[in-house]
T-cell receptor, first 114, second 112 residues
Framework: AQSVTQLDSQVPVFEEAPVELRCNYS??????LFWYVQYPNQGLQLLLK??????LVESINGFEAEFNKSQTSFHLRKPSVHISDTAEYFC????????????FGKGTRLSVIA | KAGVTQTPRYLIKTRGQQVTLSCSPI?????VSWYQQTPGQGLQFLFE???????NKGNFPGRFSGRQFSNSRSEMNVSTLELGDSALYLC???????????FGPGTRLTVT
């Protein structure tokens, strides 16, 4: 069965500093990987996705994630964070057989400090 | 294009009551999934509907049920509410053949 581990439940970081949110998954088949962001009192917004092709994927607001099959990881990075990036971030996996539900990690709360 | 909409946004119910939550997917999306989010258990999959048929089901008791209508709108029902059912219920929709899901704002259910 697939599972997702987000190694840090909380990550405080100063504004304009770099950040990495870690995500590892376990699955016996090929997977599709996602990062979602949740702002207070809102639903989840899709931040970026890995389906196939280039292992480095980017979002429009400066985040990037790299799929590493050998390490079964999909870490999220941003070179310079902004106050508005404060939110909870969820890593999710869907098995490549299709029509399978998303399995989420427990989430990482990113707090950007001015 | 309008996003996923969920109604109501907030709900307070008493133990033993039942509740129905509604979800309208993004236009053209025929798959609708439901998730429960709690501080303790995180995000857990409830069920998924496609073309009015339940295609996948998570590990929840039979008190949790759902359905999908011909216009792809979906409802979920929880009967005999328990305190532990207090949660944010999220609906997500996706296109056929696509793996990414798009979420609504959720319905916050409080059971007292």
């Amino acid at each position: 069965a697939q599972s997702v581990t987000q190694l840090d439940s909380q990550v405080p970081v100063f504004e304009e500093a770099p950040v990495e949110l870690r995500c590892n998954y376990s699955s016996s088949v090929s997977v599709y990987l996602f990062w979602y962001v949740q702002y207070p009192n809102q639903g989840l917004q899709l931040l970026l996705k890995y389906l196939s092709g280039s292992t480095l994927v980017e979002s429009i607001n400066g985040f990037e994630a790299e799929f590493n099959k050998s390490q079964t990881s999909f870490h999220l990075r941003k070179p310079s964070v902004h106050i508005s990036d404060t939110a909870e971030y969820f890593c999710a996996v869907s098995e490549g057989s299709g029509n399978t539900p998303l399995v989420f990690g427990k989430g990482t709360r990113l707090s950007v400090i001015a | 294009k309008a996003g996923v909409t969920q109604t109501p946004r907030y709900l307070i119910k008493t133990r033993g009551q039942q509740v129905t939550l509604s979800c309208s997917p993004i236009s053209g999306h025929r798959s609708v999934s439901w998730y429960q989010q709690t501080p303790g258990q995180g995000l857990q999959f409830l069920f998924e509907y496609f073309s009015e048929t339940q295609r996948n089901k998570g590990n929840f008791p039979g008190r949790f049920s759902g359905r999908q209508f011909s216009n792809s709108r979906s409802e979920m029902n929880v009967s005999t509410l328990e305190l532990g059912d207090s949660a944010l219920y999220l609906c997500a929709s996706s296109l056929v053949g696509h793996y990414e899901q798009y979420f609504g704002p959720g319905t916050r259910l409080t059971v007292t």
